[in-house]
């Protein structure tokens, strides 16, 4: 569809898909990577509070209490930090900040579908980075990137992490252009890229409390960098909507990010469950990527991913497709719990994936 009234913008528009919704009551979602357990409980307690309290007063547009908290946690200073609605909030002021219409930014051909949709959006010229065969980052690729860089980390939907030592030598061969490091999956392996916030002015580090905090439904994310860079994101949210965090969210927010303990205990289990699953997968003929991730990216060696997406959605439980050339035979399927793995295997011994 297109209309006399729309302007050159959304005439380029393409925007991003999210995974499938279906509303059946005993669907098993494993295809948007959100946490399979609840969030902490002192999350629904601070929530309470508010609800309780404030809401007809605009929220604080600073967010200085939640800030605080984050940069306690990562021993870093509130003017280190940036919050949003959602990291993908985030990424969109960061493209708008720091990439401009001119020069030509870089990120991998296989990566976070969202890039692609706010370059084409802000008219920022960009280049889509071959990936190893085996799915790894060359780092060299993105050494001396005329506009700028942003890859996730580990990446996504493959779930491999590139190592702290192969970013410093990207955050060294650009000393004048933003790097974007999005870490919305950090937590449940590798190092953070946080470490090197104070030694690099160019570096910004994207995460989210969608994943390995429980909170994809209240929506926040964060960016951690220097100052300078903070200080752009805020300009950009203060030109654009003041108030992009509502109270509930602040509240639930600053209670996720200090109850380290249930934290710690969640990731765990789902990287426990990770591997466990890895094995199990192994042993049923899937090829399964290394993941630091809470999903897997996998591939069959007798059934095509879009046989198995198929007969799994039959069996109401979703996975994550995607018709992108290079990974059109591969699934990515979110970690669950214990149970809700087995019931995946269970199925998919049924479609004869067993003699691999
Ligand atoms: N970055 C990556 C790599 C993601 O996979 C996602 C989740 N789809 C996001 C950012 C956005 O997460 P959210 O907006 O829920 O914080």
Same mark, same amino acid.
């Given at each position: ?81 940036? +919050? ?5 909030? /985030?990424? %969109?002021?960061? !493209?708008?900040?720091? *990439?401009?219409?001119? $020069?030509?930014? @870089?990120?991998?051909? +296989? ?5 692609? /949709?706010? %370059?084409?959006? !802000?008219?920022?010229? *960009?280049?889509?980075? $071959?990936?190893? @065969? ?223």
């Amino acid at each position: 569809m297109t209309s006399k009234f729309w302007s050159e913008t959304v005439r380029r528009t393409e925007p991003y898909v999210p995974g499938e919704q279906l509303d059946l009551p005993d669907l098993l979602k494993l295809n948007t990577n959100e946490n399979p357990y609840p969030p902490s409980p002192a999350v629904r307690e601070e929530i309470q509070q508010e609800l309780d309290r404030k809401l007809q007063l605009y929220p604080s547009p600073t967010v200085d209490g939640l800030r605080q908290k984050i940069a306690d946690y990562y021993t870093l200073e509130s003017k280190n930090i940036f +919050v949003g609605n959602g990291s993908d909030e /985030v990424l %969109a002021f960061a !493209f708008m900040a720091f *990439f401009n219409s001119l $020069e030509t930014i @870089r990120f991998p051909a +296989v990566s976070y579908s969202f890039y692609p /949709v706010y %370059a084409k959006l !802000f008219n920022i010229p *960009f280049e889509e980075v $071959e990936l190893n @065969r085996d799915f790894t980052i060359q780092p060299e690729c993105f050494f001396q990137s005329e506009g700028g860089v942003i890859f996730p980390n580990p990446n996504a939907p493959t779930g491999i992490y590139l190592e702290l030592d192969s970013i410093r030598d990207i955050l060294d061969s650009n000393p004048d252009r933003v790097v974007i490091i999005d870490e919305a999956y950090v937590d449940f392996a590798g190092e953070s890229a946080v470490s090197l916030v104070n030694m690099y002015d160019n570096l910004l580090v994207v995460q989210t409390m969608s994943k390995s905090r429980s909170l994809a439904g209240l929506r926040i994310g964060f960016a951690l960098g220097h100052p300078e860079l903070i200080e752009a994101l805020i300009r950009i949210k203060d030109s654009f909507n003041s108030y992009t965090l509502d109270r509930l969210a602040i509240a639930g927010a600053k209670a996720a990010i200090m109850d380290t303990e249930y934290f710690r205990k969640t990731t765990e289990k789902i990287t426990r469950t990770r591997d466990w699953t890895v094995d199990e997968l192994k042993k049923r003929g899937f090829h399964v990527l290394p993941s630091s991730a809470n999903f897997v990216f996998v591939s069959h060696y007798k059934h095509t991913a879009e046989q198995l997406y198929t007969r799994l959605k039959e069996q109401h439980i979703l996975v994550r497709h995607f018709t992108k050339p290079q990974i059109e035979n591969y699934l990515r399927i979110t970690i669950g719990t214990d149970e809700q793995m087995q019931h995946l295997l269970r199925e998919l011994d049924k479609m004869d994936c067993k003699n691999g």
